[in-house]
């Protein structure tokens, strides 16, 4: 897989939400060399506060609504930030095989959780982690959010914080 080329379509969602005052998180679902699905953050733009339209979450519920699809083993999803607990808990109950993601979530990334004392639908889930691809593109996104003073979403924060200092 082009992980690079994957992650670039990543960062198209990621930037189409940070255009519309969102935070700028993007990803796309890939089975084979085809995109099946994306996804980009809803809810933060304006003040918003939604915590379940997560890149994520928008783009499994777009894979679902496709019907009978390939064996998820092999699907591979992009994120230009790393999962979330939340979003990583779905995606290990979809069954996606490999996860890759761009910047690192400082404040609530999932993928480095230990799952070995979680139960067996999480902890028996077969699954592949690269992180850091396109690292810097995605940084890029991220600082140019946290330095627009219009944007309130996750201001002062860690994870803020963590952004700007780098």
Same mark, same amino acid.
């Given at each position: 897989?082009? +992980?690079?080329? =994957?992650?670039?379509?990543? !960062?198209? %969602?990621?930037?189409?939400? !940070?255009?519309?005052?969102? =935070?700028?998180?993007? *990803? ?6 085809? /995109? ?5 953050? %809803? ?10 339209? +997560?890149?994520?979450?928008?783009? !499994?519920?777009?894979?679902?609504? #496709? ?16 999962? *979330? ?6 995606? #290990?109950?979809?069954? /996606? ?20 004392? &979680? ?7 077969? /699954? ?7 690292? +810097?593109? $995605? &940084?890029?996104? =991220? ?6 003073? $219009? ?6 924060? #860690? #994870? ?5 200092? %780098?």
């Amino acid at each position: 897989m082009d +992980h690079r080329y =994957f992650m670039e379509q990543a !960062l198209v %969602q990621a930037r189409e939400a !940070l255009e519309q005052g969102e =935070f700028p998180v993007g *990803c796309v679902i890939v089975h084979g060399d085809d /995109i099946i699905a994306t996804g980009a953050r %809803q809810g933060t733009a304006g003040g918003g506060v939604n915590e379940t339209d +997560h890149a994520e979450m928008v783009a !499994l519920r777009r894979l679902d609504a #496709l019907g009978p699809d390939p064996a998820r083993e092999r699907l591979a999803i992009y994120c230009t930030m790393e999962p *979330c607990l939340m979003c990583f808990g779905a995606i #290990l109950i979809a069954g /996606i095989g490999t996860v890759v993601w761009a910047y690192e979530d400082a404040m609530g990334g999932g993928t480095g959780c230990d799952r070995s004392s &979680l139960p067996p639908l999480y902890r028996d889930r077969r /699954i592949t982690i690269v992180p850091r691809v396109l690292r +810097h593109r $995605s &940084l890029a996104l =991220f600082k140019d959010f946290f330095l627009n003073p $219009s944007n309130g979403y996750w201001a002062g924060s #860690l #994870l803020a914080d963590y952004t700007l200092s %780098q």
